[in-house]
């Protein structure tokens, strides 16, 4: 979402089919993490001539690339491993998917990273470089010093061998951010014999898994969403209250120029008004000196602003997420309001009134606003990448779907989408017109999100405003819900995985056209879909997959490190990613998640940075960013992870996306 | 739903129905209490319009009910008149609770004879009867005007009545509209306020959705006296079999 949100949006961006890249707004990141980096003339040169071929550097050392299925034979040895000490490799791999901690010890990919890079907020750089056991496998953290193993407490002037001493020089310059500051720490203390003992044990650690978060964010984030109760009549209990309000680690507000409160996640009005004039202020203060206020920083609090014509929004988080991110997000927001409302009444209500109060014409608004901030607050890979998912289908399927919407087209359809579980099936569209993630965002948000239209249950005619698509006018948009259980088991009977929510097996008709009184020739295009679709046998298949779920990273690559990823096709502006199941289930392990993807998204994304692979190392978890003009890719594994392991995995789900790509991804879709 | 309880298919008709009224009056709630006889604490407020439809058996004939359950957020009534326009009844729904939702539904109420079609049946109901006080009988609001006077402007005990029966009786009185009261959240009088407008519907003006029904005479009583007041129709029009559904 890195256009301007602001009039026409013209379509050469963020379109479904767009083969550009999605011109993602690259804003200066503010936070100085200590992320180690390898820079782009290690990893990337190759990968700029060819960056369909994989991991560059990597590629050198593994071989072995063949396309054998899930079952791939060892990588070759490095010849340039120096460490006589490591293990032998303990058999295949293909029997190493049951003992997943074998996998990185046979792996390395030492000679890319010798040389290391670290980046800095000022957008300069040091390099120096690294002992080759550094990078090694985590067998090395039985003998070799600097290992990336997990620590507790740590002081900040223990001094080790070169690499450390240089790495504590540049401490002074990193604001500790969250997890990914901790990696110069855990590097100090990490000889102590009694860790190394344990820590030769826990090969296996997951992401996140062997952490105590007494001291760090996300204490009590389960309360994020608790509703704050209105200020009683005598405001006996405005003080209880502001405690819990001031609890929350994100806010959304938006209030007029005119200070006019519109809307405010948490809090009633009486709890606000003080906060909202002190913005207000604080805002038109530095508009009228013609330098506009986008962010201030107020202890770990970080505030951003997005002025939009009358509108002022303001994000308030304590989750680390960085300015671009949390401006995405207030964009958002406003879509939502031109959604509700288009361009032109929202202009005509402020030039007429500048008084106006918003909160009326916006009335039931609100449930839509909280819902998307709650997508954003929770963690939303679909948000975080302005991208979207598609459910998974044999390309065959696919086209035996997007058919059967064509053939059961009527005149008066503009757009034509299945969705299954907040993933795309299939879209049918008019040749001239693309759809825009950013305008899909809003309808999935409230349809499976903001339960309104699915708790109503029936079919639903839903005017609304696509200001990707034109923000000043109305479509109208026909939705009908199927259930992908719906046939035999009854309620009781559903597996609940948890992590997924309900919304997962909803496959939902929708069915868009400009005219608004064409509800019944819809309703008949729908009825012929579904019959066409049961006939034919794709409903079943779309169940079946919706049922299936997503698979896991084990699925993919067997016996790999990575408990998680993100995948983005730059050209067809979406992702895909693996389950959340095992290893993050629940609001609190995906948050972590997320944050881990929101830095590491960030610092690809920064001003400056130059980054093109970015491996990141903390004291829970192992991460790897890589973005290449074809696609941006981020990923996770415990702890001990090594490098090579990381890098292994990675490559080996960038060769399945290309193996699977016209499966995961819709691909043109259906024209018309 | 069971469709019918009779070995001879009964012949069956489809009704349209429009469902009018200020937000968070309970419009979608009762519609949830017809056809899934389920109700939900905190419902969203309805974007758009929901379409339904749900079956009625009469003693003599099968309503299908066509149901359009409208938002009722000030900026979505500009499309009302595509949902009443050819509609044959509509259901005009305040909160009894909240004064500024009759005066909203007496505005719905004066539309709806100026711009709907000449026959439609209207029924006013005062929703959410459960919050009154008298929720121990309300079975039948309308058998006695004394209730009124115990009720008017009375906040104390609980009950946050602010609309009293006899006030909105007369005004539908007045319009010859059907008159209920209810409470969506205990079905209180819900499956009484359609079989009585499927009752009102006239004979004439169904068209049999299948089978002869349409023109077969044979309607219960009252049915046809639709222009008239029909409070007496929930109690002679067999509300007790009527809706299987
Ligand atoms: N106590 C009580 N609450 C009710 C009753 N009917 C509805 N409600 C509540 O009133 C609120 C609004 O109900 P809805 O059914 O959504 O109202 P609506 O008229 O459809 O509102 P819009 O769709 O916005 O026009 C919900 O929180 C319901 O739970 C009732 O009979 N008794
Ligand atoms: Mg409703």
Redesign the pocket.
């Known amino acids: 979402m890195g256009s301007s949100p602001t009039a026409s949006r013209s379509s050469s961006n963020n379109c479904i089919r767009q083969p550009n890249a999605s011109g993602q707004a690259s804003q200066a990141d503010d936070h100085g993490n200590t992320t180690m980096t390898v820079g782009e003339d290690q990893m990337s040169a190759e990968e700029v001539e060819a960056p369909q071929e994989g991991m560059g550097a990597v590629k050198a050392t593994v071989e072995d690339r063949d396309d054998d299925g899930y079952r791939p034979p060892l990588p070759p040895r490095p010849n340039l491993s120096k460490t006589p000490e490591r293990p032998t490799t303990p058999g295949g791999l293909n029997t190493s998917h049951r003992r997943p901690s074998l996998l990185s010890k046979p792996t390395t990919a030492v000679s890319s990273i010798d040389i290391q890079t670290l980046s800095f907020p000022d957008g300069s750089r040091g390099t120096f470089s690294t002992p080759a056991s550094r990078s090694v496998s985590e067998s090395a953290a039985l003998d070799t010093p600097g290992s990336m193993t997990p620590k507790g407490k740590h002081s900040q002037n223990g001094s080790e061998g070169d690499d450390t001493t240089s790495l504590m020089s540049y401490a002074p310059t990193m604001k500790g951010t969250g997890d990914l500051a901790s990696l110069l720490n855990d590097d100090i203390n990490a000889q102590s014999p009694a860790w190394r003992l344990l820590s030769s044990k826990a090969d296996t650690v997951n992401p996140f898994e062997a952490i105590d978060y007494e001291n760090t964010s996300l204490l009590n984030f389960e309360n994020e969403f608790n509703e704050i109760a209105p200020v009683d009549s005598k405001g006996g209990n405005e003080e209880e209250l502001l405690t819990q309000f001031k609890a929350k680690y994100k806010h959304y507000l938006c209030l007029s120029s005119a200070g006019k409160p519109i809307y405010s996640r948490h809090g009633d009005q009486n709890l606000i008004n003080g906060y909202i004039g002190i913005i207000q202020t604080l805002i038109s203060f530095y508009e009228g000196s013609k330098d506009p206020l986008h962010g201030f920083t107020a202890g770990g609090t970080r505030f951003v602003i997005f002025i939009a014509g009358p509108l002022y929004f303001v994000a308030i988080s304590r989750l680390g997420e960085s300015d671009a991110q949390l401006r995405s997000q207030l964009e958002a927001l406003y879509m939502q309001i031109l959604s509700t409302l288009t361009l032109p009444t929202l202009t005509h209500l402020f030039s007429n009134r500048p008084n106006t109060d918003l909160r009326r014409p916006l009335e ?1 608004t609100e449930t839509l606003l909280s819902s998307l901030a709650d997508t954003f607050t929770k963690g939303s890979p679909s948000a975080l990448l302005s991208a979207l998912e598609c459910l998974k289908l044999r390309k065959s399927q696919r086209y035996v779907i997007n058919n059967t919407l064509l053939k059961a087209r009527t005149e008066k359809l503009l757009y034509g989408l299945i969705v299954a579980g907040g993933r795309l099936v299939s879209v049918v569209r008019p040749k001239r017109h693309s759809l825009h993630p950013s305008d899909l965002q809003l309808i999935f948000n409230m349809l499976f999100e903001a339960g ?1 239209v699915k708790a ?1 249950g029936g079919e639903n005619w839903i005017p609304l405003c696509l200001p990707g698509f034109n923000n000043r006018g109305y479509l109208y948009m026909y939705v009908s819900f199927l259930s992908a259980y719906d046939d035999g088991q009854d309620g009781e009977e559903r597996p609940s995985t948890p992590g997924s929510s309900a919304r997962e097996d909803e496959i939902a008709v929708l069915l868009i056209s400009a005219e608004k009184e064409s509800f019944y020739e819809l309703k008949q295009m729908r009825d012929d879909v579904v019959s066409q679709l049961e006939k034919n046998g794709s409903m079943d298949i779309i169940k079946a997959a919706v049922r299936q779920g997503r698979p896991s990273t084990a699925d993919i690559v067997p016996g790999t490190q990575l408990r998680h990823f993100l995948y983005k096709s730059r050209a067809n502006v979406q992702y895909t990613m693996p389950s959340f199941n095992p290893y993050f289930n629940g609001l609190l392990p995906q948050r972590r998640l997320m944050n881990l993807y929101n830095n590491l998204h960030a610092q690809i994304h920064a001003k400056h940075s130059h980054l093109k692979v970015l491996h990141s190392v903390s004291r829970d978890s192992v991460s790897l960013a890589w973005s290449t003009p074809l696609f941006e890719f981020y990923c996770v594994a415990g702890p001990n992870a090594s490098r090579a392991s990381i890098a292994h995995g990675a490559n080996k789900v960038i060769q399945w996306v290309k193996r699977e790509e016209e499966r995961v991804f819709i691909i043109g879709g259906a024209v018309f | 739903m069971a469709d019918s309880t009779a070995a001879a298919p009964k012949p069956s008709s489809s009704v349209k129905l429009v ?1 009018l ?13 017809f056809v899934n006889n389920d ?9 758009g319009a929901a379409f339904l439809t749900q079956k009625c058996n009469l003693p003599t004939r099968t309503i299908k009910f066509e149901i359009w ?5 000030e900026r ?1 009534a500009s499309l009302a008149p595509m949902y009443y326009r050819n509609a044959q009844s509509a259901l005009v ?1 305040y ?1 009894l ?1 909240k004064p500024t939702s009759l005066i909203k539904a007496k505005h719905w109420v004066a539309e709806l004879q100026r711009q709907a079609s000449p026959g439609i049946v209207i029924a006013l109901v005062g ?5 009154t006080n008298e929720t121990s009988e309300p079975a039948d609001p309308l058998n006695d005007d004394g209730d009124a006077d115990t009720t008017e402007g009375d906040d104390s005990s609980g009950d946050a009545r602010k609309i009293s029966t006899a006030e909105a009786k007369s005004y539908a009185e007045e319009e010859g509209l059907l008159f209920f009261e ?5 079905g ?1 009088n819900v499956t009484e306020v359609f079989t009585a407008i499927a009752n009102a519907i006239p004979e004439t003006s169904l068209k049999g959705a299948r089978g002869p029904g349409a023109t077969q005479a044979g309607a219960g009583s009252g049915a046809n006296d639709q222009s008239r007041v029909s409070l007496t129709g929930p109690r002679d029009n067999a509300s007790k079999e009527g809706c299987a559904c």
Do not use: W, Y
């Not at chain 2, 009224?21 to 709630?29: D, H, L, M, N």
């Not at chain 2, 109700?39 to 974007?47: C, G, L």
């Not at chain 2, 359950?69 to 957020?73: F, I, K, P, S, Y």
């Not at chain 2, 209810?182 to 205990?186: E, I, P, R, V």
């Open positions: 039931g309104g109503g | 469902l009224g200020e937000a968070a009056v309970g419009k979608s709630s009762l519609v949830l209490r109700f939900q604490e905190n419902k969203e407020p309805t974007i359950d409208t938002a009722g957020q979505f729904v909160d609770t929703n959410k009867l459960d919050l209810t409470s969506a959240k205990l209180t």
